[in-house]
C-alpha cells in the first residue's frame, strides 16, 4: 500500500483520518495516540505481513534499553542499544554482501530486507544518544512507539527525533487548529510529483539501465539521458514522498521536518548537502561526524571525517559497491569543495558553480541506479562515444505521458528531453511548502483540486509504482 494508490488514497486515509477527527473531537489523546500506532502497524504489516514482528522486536528492545540508561545505568547500555540496531540493520541488509562481495563466499543467504528498516533503525539509534545526553525524557510506552512508527513518515522518512516529534503530543495536541488546507496541498503536490513526473520517466530510465546490464554500447546522449532521467525521477519521486507525508502529518496534527530544500539549485556539493535529504544529513553531522571529530581537530581530520562519513552514508542506502563508490564521489567533492573554498584565489560565478554542481550530482547518479558498480562504469564509458545523430522524439515524448510503455521502449531520443523538462521545473519552481504557503486557501483548494483530478486519471490508466527510497 503506497499513498499513491488507490488504496490508499480511497480505503485507508478516509476512515482512519475520520476516526482521528472523532477521536480529537472528544479530545481523546492517549487513545488517539493507541489508535494512530494500531493503524501505523496495519500500514506496515499491508506490504508484508512477517516484517511487522521485525519492527516491534525493535521498538520493545530499544524501549527497554532506553529504560536503562534513562535510570542511570551508564554508558554500558548506549553501546549495547547502538550495537544492537547496527547488528540488526547488519543481519537483514549486509550479511548476503558481506558473505558474497566481500569475502567471497559461494553462500546465499537470500535475507529479506524488512521495509524501511534503515530508518526506524536511524531514528532509535539517535534516540538512544539523545536520551542518553539528557536531551530527551523517557516517554510512555505508547508515544515511544508512535514516535517509530507513525505510518506518513514510517517508510522512508523523513528520519525524525523524538525531541521533535513527542512534545508535539503535549497537552493541547487535539486542541490545536489543524493546518489542514496546507497539509491536502502538500500531499497532493506529492502525488503529482510521483504520479505525473517520476513514474512517467521511470520506464525509460529502467529500460537504459537493462541495456546497459545486458552490456549494450552506450554514447554521450545515453549517459545523459540514464543520469539526468534517474537524476530528475529520484528528486521527483523522493521529494514527492517527503511532500505527502508532511501533508499528512499536518493532518493529524504532527509537524515533520522539511526532507528538501531545491537541492538541484544548490551552488556547491557543500550546500547540495544542505537541501538533499536534509533529515538524513542531520544525522549523519550530529551522530557520526561531529562524534568522529567533526572540524576541531584541523583541516586534515576533517576532510578524514568527512570522507568516512560519507563513505558510511553512502553504503547505508545498499549492500553493494557502487553505494560506497557513490559516497566516495559525494565525500572526495566535499572535501574538495573545502579546499577550494579555503585556496581559491577568487569566486567562481554562481552559474557556473551551479552547472559544475549539478553536473557532478548527475554523474555520481549512475553508481546509485546501477545494479553493480560494472555497470555503472559501462555507463560512464558513454561519455567518451559522440553519437553520429540525434533528435528528440517529440512524438514518443508526447506519447509517454499517454501510454507509459512508449517510454519504456524508447531511448535517449524520448527520455533526454523529457528530463531536461522536469529538470527544468526542478530548478524554476519554487519549493512545495513556499508554493502551498504562497496561495491564499481558496487557491489551494482550487490547485489541489485540479493537481488531484489529474493524478487519480492517472492512477485510473497506468499501474502505480513503490517509491524508489523503499529499497534503502
Known amino acids: 500500500m503506497i499513498f499513491s494508490s488507490f488504496e490508499f488514497l480511497l480505503f485507508f486515509l478516509p476512515p482512519v483520518w475520520l476516526g482521528f477527527l472523532g477521536l480529537r473531537r472528544l479530545k481523546l489523546e492517549s487513545a488517539a495516540i493507541g489508535f494512530l500506532l494500531v493503524v501505523s502497524w496495519v500500514f506496515y504489516a499491508a506490504w508484508r505481513p512477517y516484517y511487522l514482528p521485525v519492527l516491534l522486536g525493535s521498538i520493545v528492545v530499544n524501549y527497554s534499553i532506553g529504560h536503562l540508561i534513562y535510570r542511570g545505568s551508564g554508558k554500558r547500555w548506549l553501546y549495547v542499544g547502538v550495537t544492537f540496531n547496527l547488528l540488526l540493520l547488519g543481519v537483514f541488509k549486509y550479511l548476503d554482501f558481506l558473505l558474497a562481495d566481500v569475502l567471497g563466499l559461494q553462500l546465499a543467504l537470500n535475507i529479506a530486507l524488512p521495509l524501511a528498516i534503515s530508518f526506524f533503525t536511524f531514528q532509535q539509534i539517535a534516540w538512544l544518544v539523545d536520551l542518553y545526553q539528557g536531551r530527551v ?5 505508547s508515544r515511544y512507539g508512535f514516535f517509530v512508527s507513525f505510518f506518513p513518515q514510517l517508510i522512508a522518512g523523513p528520519i525524525v527525533h523524538a525531541r521533535e516529534v513527542l512534545p508535539q503530543l503535549g497537552s493541547g495536541w487535539l486542541r490545536r487548529p489543524l493546518p489542514l488546507s496546507l497539509g491536502i496541498t502538500l500531499l497532493v503536490i506529492g502525488l503529482a510529483k510521483k504520479v505525473l513526473i517520476a513514474d512517467v520517466l521511470a520506464p525509460g530510465v529502467d529500460s537504459l539501465f537493462l541495456q546497459a546490464s545486458n552490456g549494450i554500447t552506450f554514447n554521450l546522449l545515453d549517459t545523459l539521458a540514464a543520469a539526468i532521467g534517474y537524476g530528475v525521477q529520484l528528486y521527483f519521486d523522493f521529494s514527492g514522498y517527503a511532500d505527502m507525508a508532511i501533508g499528512l502529518g499536518l493532518m493529524f496534527g504532527i509537524a515533520l521536518p522539511d526532507n528538501f530544500r531545491s537541492p538541484y539549485k544548490a551552488a556547491s556539493i557543500i550546500e547540495f548537502w544542505r537541501c538533499w535529504h536534509i ?16 572540524n576541531r581537530r584541523g583541516p586534515l581530520r576533517r576532510q578524514i571525517n568527512l ?3 560519507m563513505l ?39 552559474f557556473v558553480a551551479r552547472f559544475i554542481t549539478l553536473a557532478c550530482v548527475m554523474l555520481a547518479w549512475i553508481f546509485f541506479r546501477a545494479d553493480n558498480a560494472k555497470v555503472a562504469c559501462h555507463v560512464l564509458a558513454g561519455l567518451l562515444e559522440m553519437p553520429q545523430a540525434w533528435s528528440p522524439d517529440w512524438h514518443g515524448v508526447f506519447m509517454a505521458f499517454i501510454d507509459v510503455s512508449t517510454s519504456g521502449q524508447s531511448g535517449a531520443g524520448v527520455l533526454l528531453p523529457m528530463s531536461l523538462a522536469g529538470l527544468a521545473l526542478a530548478l524554476v519552481a519554487p519549493g512545495s511548502r513556499q508554493l502551498g504557503e504562497r496561495f491564499s486557501p481558496l487557491m489551494r483548494g482550487l490547485f489541489s483540486g485540479v493537481l488531484l483530478m489529474m493524478v487519480l486519471k492517472t492512477l485510473t490508466e497506468r499501474p502505480d509504482r513503490a517509491f524508489l527510497y523503499f529499497n534503502f
Not at 525524557?137 to 510506552?141: A, R, S
Not at 533529515?279 to 567533526?294: H, N
Not at 547505508?316 to 585556496?343: E, K, T
Request: hydrophobic fraction near 50%; charged fraction near 10%; avoid cysteine.
Open 279 to 294: 533529515t538524513l544529513s542531520k544525522f549523519l553531522r550530529d551522530y557520526l561526524y561531529i562524534p568522529l571529530g567533526g
Open 307 to 309: 570522507l568516512v562519513t
Open 312 to 350: 558510511l552514508g553512502g553504503i547505508w542506502h545498499g549492500a553493494g559497491w557502487q553505494f560506497l563508490i557513490w559516497g566516495g564521489i559525494h565525500g572526495a567533492l566535499l572535501v574538495g569543495n573545502h579546499w577550494w573554498r579555503a585556496l581559491a584565489p577568487w569566486q567562481m560565478p554562481v
Open 137 to 141: 525524557d523517557l516517554p510512555t510506552k
